[in-house]
Each structure stands twice: as C-alpha cells, then as structure tokens.
C-alpha cells in the first residue's frame, strides 16, 4: 500500500522551522508509520510540506496531482475553509480518504478551551469538521466509546452509515528511557497534560493537599497546559501560599520530539491520571499509562473507561497489579499515602505495568489492524459526494 496521513499541529514557528511534529502527530500518524514501513507499505506524512507543495493559484489542481499517487489518504479532522477542497480532489481521483479522530469533538466538556475557538455546539469550526466527516470513506477512532457515538452522530445528522476502525494508541518503547533520580529524599507525584483538563486537576486536589500536610516532604509537579488562570484559580486559591511552595509547575515542550526525555528527566515517585467521567472524556485514552509505565512510574489513575477498560481485548490498568484506580477522593487519598509509604508497591506495579505495555501496548503488537482497516477501505474505494 502507498498511504499517505495528512497532519495539522505543524503550525508553530518551531514545528514548522524544525520539521518536528506534536503527540497528536506521534501517536496517530508517525508511531503507526513506522510500523507500517516495518511491513512494507510506504507511508507518506504531510503538514507542512503540503502547505508549501499546493499551488496557490489553483490549489484544487495541486491536491488532485499529489493525491492520486496514493491508494489511500488519511487526514486528521479538517475545520478549515480548504477541507472540501482536499476532500473534493480526492473524490475527483478515486482515491478514498478516512479521517482519524482522537476526541469527540461533538461533546466538548463546558472549561475545554476549544468551545471558545469554534468548537461550541453550532460552533463554525465544528460545523466544518462534522461536515468533512460525513465526506469521508471511513472513520479511525481510538476508543469504542469514540466509534459509538461517531456513528450515532452520522446517524442522526447525515442518515449515514460509514465504517468505523478502532485502532488504539500505542507506543515504542525505545523513547521512553526512565532517568534514575540519585536524591530519594522526596516523594514527587506528578501530572502531565494539555490545557482541556482543569477540571481533572481540581478532583484530586484535596487528596493531595491533605496528603502534603500530613508528608512535608511530598511536592506536586504538574507538567504542559497550566495557564495562568489554572494557576490562580486552582493552584493559588485552594492551596495556599505555604504549600504552594511544594508545587512545581514545568512548561511543556515544543514538539513530541524532546517530550519523552523531559518528562523522564521529572523523575516522579508516582504519576496521577485523573480523569472525569463524562461523554467526552469517555473517548479518551490510555495514553498517560502507557507514558508513566514506560517510564518506570507507578499510575494512580481515575476509575474511567480510558483507564479500567480493555481496547480490543487488550487490557489496560489491572487494578492492583499494574496501577491503582480510584473513584472517591478518599480512594485517592489512600492510593496515593499507600505509595508514599511503602516504595516496595510502587517498585511492583512500576515493574508490572512497565512489562505488560512492552509486551502488548506497542504499535508493532498492533499494526495488523491498521493493516486490515487501510486495505478494507482501498478494497471499498473512494464514494461519491
């Protein structure tokens, strides 16, 4: 197969300068790339380059001779005015076109920054990424929960039926190398994420706060999507200024490039994955788990579908053997002192879920299904508009 995946979080001074690429990037495009080239396909990714190949006087043109060179072209979800023009030329050469979707962009959670960029329920940018979907041959999703609903909004909004791939986030093993802290003298726990999950930070900040008075030597390092607002409305307020000087607030990195080797370089004692439980939340995945695992960290994680839940017959967290869920604020407290307390545990479900993601959470475990789902849409070929 030639395939080519179109991106869209190049446009940063520094992606764009650098040729490097966002997670969004890594785990839904160059992670599965990779093992796709392992079996022989040839895979083609383009953000930028795309930009710059289109003839700016007639773009139509230019995206019917680039994409007829391929047997399939999958994009991430298009909310920009040209969307038609991409999909149009490849209706127009024949070649059918799936979108890939990580989010469910139809049930944004109401403190979700995007709801503010056009993504508010009748919101231009979703209009947009709706429509493109329903243009489309086949839909990629990471999660069951994302198919569902997917499939009941193409129901109901276009009386469509489309095939729909679940082919979850994975991972390579050999970026993720655990930096040994030599100073044990503190425990850190530590958060990583985007700027969507304020909301997720606040449920476990009690928990936590108790936790830091009663362990004057426990500090909360939280990495990547705190804005100044998250600051002061969640950080400052609720923690106070004599806390506060136990919280630790790391600015994330410019690319997916450098992020595995700073995020090591954090060094935790125990990674936190809250999450709630709503209907976009249920689209998410796994992927802080596999991050936290790979880095020899021991996860307390939300009692949520993206965390407790197999994906495609492959489990996620075991509660008790590789991670910890909690449901209550109290399940949190207790998971996490039980790790402040005993180092032992925390060895143990480090080194369980560290060996489990490498043996069944790697794109190379996974690959077939992207095998399978491409060469079934190639079979179908491209619909009509």
Not at 55 to 60: A, I
Not at 268 to 278: A, M, N, S
């Amino acid at each position: 197969m030639k395939i080519l995946m179109i991106v869209t979080d190049w446009n940063t001074p520094h992606r764009i300068a650098t040729g490097e690429f966002g997670g969004v990037s890594y785990y839904r495009a160059h992670g599965p790339a990779t093992a796709l080239r392992k079996k022989g396909h040839t895979v083609d990714i383009m953000g930028y380059e795309l930009s710059v190949m289109v003839d700016k006087v007639d773009p139509f043109k230019s995206y019917k001779k680039i994409f007829s060179e391929y047997d399939v072209v999958v994009v991430k979800q298009i909310d920009t005015t040209n969307g038609g023009q991409v999909l149009g030329a490849c209706k127009e050469v024949g070649v059918p076109v799936v979108m890939d979707l990580d989010d469910l962009i139809t049930e944004l959670d109401p403190d979700n920054p995007a709801i503010e960029q056009g993504y508010q329920e009748g919101g231009d940018k979703q209009a947009r990424a709706i429509s493109a979907l329903s243009m489309c041959d086949a839909l990629f999703v990471t999660t069951q929960p994302l198919a569902d609903e997917y499939k009941k909004v193409l129901a109901d909004i276009f009386n469509k039926e489309m095939p729909i791939s679940v082919l979850p986030n994975c991972c390579d093993t050999e970026l993720w190398q655990r930096i040994k802290r030599e100073d044990d003298e503190w425990t850190i726990i530590g958060w990583q994420g985007s700027v969507t999950h304020d909301g997720d930070i606040e449920m476990v900040i009690p928990p936590i706060k108790k936790l830091m008075k009663k362990y004057p030597k426990v500090v909360f390092s939280l990495t990547g999507g705190i804005r100044q607002e998250t600051y002061d409305n969640l950080l400052v307020k609720k923690f106070g200024q004599d806390l506060l000087e136990r919280v630790v607030i790391n600015e994330g990195t410019q690319s997916f490039n450098q992020f595995p080797e700073y995020l090591s370089r954090h060094q935790w004692d125990i990674g936190i994955c809250p999450l709630r439980d709503t209907k976009f939340t249920r689209g998410k995945s796994h992927i802080k788990w596999l991050e936290n695992s790979l880095l020899r960290v021991p996860t307390v994680a939300s009692s949520v579908y993206a965390y407790k839940e197999s994906i495609n017959g492959i489990q996620t967290i075991v509660d008790g053997k590789t991670g910890l869920l909690a449901s209550t604020p109290e399940e949190w407290e207790e998971h996490l002192e039980s790790l402040i307390l005993d180092d032992r545990k925390g060895y143990y479900l480090a080194r369980e879920a560290h060996n489990f993601v490498k043996g069944n959470w790697t794109y190379n475990k996974h690959i077939h299904l992207w095998v399978e789902a491409l060469e079934s849409v190639i079979n179908r070929g491209s619909s009509k508009v």
